[in-house]
């Protein structure tokens, strides 16, 4: 079992910036692949960002590449979603997620509660 807990979020304006993060406790951090998604009000889970288990391989959805960066600290048993030049479109609740394969589906083992972003025009 893996217990992933996220923080950072609120209530940005637009243009503002905001770092999510995510802590990670149970089996060894470094052994997951560790992503990203959200989710709006009525609106399907969309995949957001994806970081190996090194931290040496990333990737982003379009709507957030150039604006948003995903890293991750194995010391430190947390990934982290820096996210910059947000915009209202961004608002949405944000989940980590960790798994075994490096995908930008939803398919992935274990999840957290998510934190609300919101992000004021």
């Known amino acids: 079992q893996v217990q992933l807990v996220e923080s950072g979020g609120g209530l940005v304006q637009t243009g503002g910036s905001l770092r999510l993060s995510c802590a990670a406790s149970?089996?060894?951090?470094?052994?997951?692949?560790m992503a990203w998604f959200r989710q709006a009000p009525g609106k399907e889970r969309e995949f957001v960002a994806v970081i190996s288990r090194s931290g040496g391989s990333t990737s982003l959805a379009d709507s957030v590449k150039g604006r948003f960066t995903i890293s991750r600290d194995n010391a430190k048993n947390t990934v982290y979603l820096q996210m910059n030049s947000l915009k209202p479109d961004d608002t949405a609740v944000y989940y980590c997620?960790?798994?075994?394969?490096?995908?930008?589906?939803?398919?992935?083992?274990?999840w957290g509660q998510g934190t609300q972003v919101t992000v004021s025009s």
């Open positions: 149970g089996r060894p951090f470094s052994a997951y692949v």
């Open positions: 997620a960790a798994g075994v394969q490096f995908t930008a589906r939803p398919s992935y083992d274990y």
